[in-house]
């Protein structure tokens, strides 16, 4: 989150400025970021965000509320976005102790009970104009911040997954039931590891090869959802899997399985829940904008222009076919 929520933004869109002061003290751990997107009222939809930015002379007075921020309660700076009176997403820093910005913790969380979670509440908050992400306008801000943390959970679910596997495999081997033989010689729990050690070295190879996609700049956003959306949800069935295996030693904190399970759940539906993943791969090899064929509406299928529209919002003009038919998919290859 620190690199890819708040480092990111900074270095990618920030001002010189902004650089020199920030990424330092974040490269160095002096100083905590949190990232704000999600509002009570939007999670999925980041575009109907509630948050407003008003320019009164040099600065900005931000009003709204934004949820779910991890680290926000114990942040030094909080990467916000929000509407500008031209109705444009724009992103600003705001540093702790802002006149009108407040923050709580939430509590009660059965899932990334180590991780502080917490709201940001802007109540004619004033902001310096020069804390103003300078070079990006819309969507295409944050969503680009969520590719890089999406990249990263790709690989951390593959952690949680090997973990519930190690543990798993060696119980299995010392547990011993039926003639007094370890259950690891039982075919049926011999089916629960293959399937486990097969899918996370499939993971493995699908995070290397987005890993090599985005070292050489031809990743797609869609690589990415692909990635998130398969990892987390095989690392969850492993350690459901593993809990199986584990019996009723499964949910007792002697192992790590409940641990990862129910971080696993969280993880399931942050950045980008599994079914918009689907979605954006949907759209990508389709050439069907998500928004707009459930509105009834048609898209030419340029794919430049679809893909302006499934990652900023920015849809192209709408004309409605003569017949269904008339529109070709779309298929391109995620290769």
Known sequence: MQGALVMYPIYTFGSDAQKNKWLPLLQQGKAIGCFGLTEPQFGSNPGGMLTRAVKQ???????????WITSGSIADLAVVWAKTEDDQIRGFLVEKGAPGFKTWEVHGKWSLRASVTSGLAFVDCQIPEENLLPGVVGLKGPLSCL???RYGIGWGALGAAMACYDTALG???????????????????????????????KGQLLALHVGRLKDNGRVDPAHISMLKMNNVAIALETARKARDILGANG????YCIMRHMNNLESVYTYEGTNDIHKLVIGERITGYCRVCVMSEAFHPTHLKRVKSCMLWGRCPPRRAPARRSYVPCVHVPLG
């Open 147 to 149: 590719n890089q943390a």
């Open 171 to 201: 119980y299995a081997k010392t547990r011993k039931q039926f003639a007094n033989k370890p259950i690891a010689s039982h075919q049926l729990v011999q089916e629960k590891l293959a399937w486990m050690i097969t899918e996370i070295v």
């Open 251 to 254: 949910i007792v904190d002697d």
């Open 57 to 67: 002379g040099n600065s900005y007075i931000l009003n709204g509320e934004k949820m």
